[in-house]
């Protein structure tokens, strides 16, 4: 009986000690002298999160290409370039995977040759159109969350 008091007691009692402990610990200002309060309005104002392809900054959206102006020369500002560069080739890829799906069914539908590889050529480029735009989209989301890391806590 005494066994089965520990094994219930013990850990209803450390999560009630934890329950009252945490939030009063939620009241000290951080290390860095800023409250939780203060902490809160420089998330919502000053930092930039993306919505799909929109970013928001302070409740207003801004465009891809407005983002250029909101990093800081160094690591951020050349994940974002190298994000804008894989946007670019992502688009350029996109582009050409439609050229060559619409020469294709035109080739097939006049019975000539090569609509088939235009067909396979148009695949391929779409797919790797995709893997720019998802890796464009890996590399600014990091140097987003390496901007927003540096407002909220200083470059540590």
């Known amino acids: 009986m005494r066994n089965r ?6 850990p209803a009692l450390v999560f009630l000690l934890l329950g009252w402990g945490l939030p009063a610990a939620a009241q000290v200002p951080s290390r860095s002298g800023l409250s939780r309060d203060s902490l809160m309005r420089v998330y919502d104002t000053r930092t930039i999160y993306g919505y799909g392809d929109k970013y928001i900054l302070g409740g207003k959206q801004l465009p ?15 994940l974002y370039q190298q994000g804008r560069h894989d946007r670019f080739v992502s688009r350029l890829l996109g582009v050409g995977a439609v050229a060559a799906l619409v020469g294709s069914a035109v080739l097939r539908k006049n019975e000539q040759f090569g609509g088939i590889a235009l067909l396979v050529a148009g695949v391929g480029l779409n797919i ?10 890996e590399v600014v989301d990091r140097a987003l969350w390496l901007r ?4 909220l806590f200083g470059g540590r």
Not at 64 to 78: C, E, I, N, W, Y
Not at 128 to 137: D, I, M, Q, Y
Not at 148 to 151: C, G, H, P, T
């Open 128 to 137: 790797g159109s995709l893997r720019f735009s998802k890796k464009s989209t």
């Open 148 to 151: 927003n890391k540096d407002v």
């Open 5 to 10: 008091l520990l094994q219930s007691g013990l």
């Open 64 to 78: 891809f290409r407005q983002l250029k102006t909101q990093f800081a020369p160094g690591v951020t500002s050349d």
